[in-house]
């Protein structure tokens, strides 16, 4: 399935904020990613399931969330 990946560097559970901030956006438009994260990377990726592919809600989240990676200093 097509979907916007990203990753995020992590310093471990420390940068626990990273997810959060994440999990906020998610809320505010009750859109969810799939998400990993391992030791030190955070991945992300954003897909609508019910379309079946990218829509203009995932991009304007991908937009929020680079917009909130600025201050994280990505």
Do not use: F
């Amino acid at each position: 399935e097509d979907g916007i990946r990203d990753s995020v560097a992590s310093r471990g559970l420390g940068d626990v904020y990273k997810r959060q901030d994440v999990a906020k956006i998610a809320e505010e438009l009750d859109h969810h990613p799939d998400w990993s994260n391992s030791w030190n990377t955070v991945e992300i990726s954003i897909t609508n399931h019910q379309a079946g592919g990218i829509t203009e809600v995932d991009l304007y989240m991908c937009a929020r969330i680079e917009e909130t990676a600025e201050r994280w200093g990505k």
